[in-house]
């Protein structure tokens, strides 16, 4: 099944995708219409043109493949499922995400992975591979967030502030060195054997479906970060 978005109201698209019996869609000429694909399980959407805020917000399963950028808030609060942008996302990407995957082949914004938080087998994931701007995993809680920083010409391929408020879940950033101003409530380490086996599958995943040559992505080493043990936000979430 195949929508002409050009023009079309927002709501009235996201009707015609809630309703259709097809579960393969794509969406053409697509024009910042939100809320795409919101709380949608059991489809696939592939779309073409720059979708707007709120894509996938909610995604309950299904999949949803951007041909291009997207813009603010993509995945916000996803349960499960997963989100491929083949190119770049604005802010927020990620927030408050429980479970599912969301693949960046490009940069992402400020803020993203904000609260992002895990239970159980609900272990979301965060790949980008370019850059990721200031406040990158603010107040995560859980889940993975991994950064390649590929075609990055700085040291360490994230802004100002990463990792304020973190409190659970694990950070990789494949840089030179780590960003000066992390905050003390983050514990920083270069990824060893075993933190690189935990991720080999993500990797794999990621090249696969950008057409990545791994070999790249691993000729520069690994850093892993994660909260300490005296953070004082931890005991007030649950923890596995």
């Known amino acids: 099944m195949t929508i002409n978005a050009d023009n079309k109201y927002f709501k009235d698209l996201n009707d015609e995708v809630r309703t259709a ?25 592939s779309i073409y043109g720059i979708p707007g ?17 997207a813009q603010d808030a993509t995945g916000d609060t ?3 499922g ?6 770049s996302s604005g802010d927020a990407t990620g927030y408050g995400m429980r479970g599912g995957k969301i693949l960046v082949k490009g940069n992402a914004g400020y803020r993203a992975g904000i609260h992002m938080k895990a ?6 994931l965060l790949m980008i591979g370019g850059e990721a701007g200031s406040f990158l995993g603010e107040y995560q809680a859980g889940g993975t967030i991994v950064v390649l920083g590929l075609n990055s010409k700085k040291k360490a391929p994230v802004g100002n ?6 409190h659970g879940g694990k950070m990789y950033l494949r840089a030179e060195e780590l ?3 992390l905050p003390k409530q983050v514990e920083t380490r270069k990824a060893t054997a075993g933190d690189m086996a935990d991720i080999d ?8 479906t950008f057409g990545v040559d791994k070999a790249e992505v691993l000729s520069k080493p690994f850093f892993v970060l994660v909260p300490n043990t005296k953070n004082p936000y931890k005991s007030l979430y649950t923890v596995n």
């Open 201 to 208: 599958a993500y990797l794999n995943d990621f090249c696969a």
């Open 21 to 45: 019996r097809e579960t393969e869609i794509v969406i053409e000429n697509c024009r910042g219409q939100r809320y795409i694909g919101a709380g949608m399980a059991g489809k696939h959407l």
């Open 161 to 166: 502030l990463c990792g304020t408020g973190m």
């Open 78 to 80: 996803m349960n499960d």
């Open 179 to 181: 960003p000066p101003d």
């Open 82 to 87: 997963a989100i491929v942008i083949h190119g």
């Open 119 to 124: 239970y159980q087998t609900q272990q979301p």
């Open 53 to 69: 805020n709120d894509l996938g917000c909610y995604l309950n399963g299904g999949t949803i493949a951007v041909n291009g950028n």
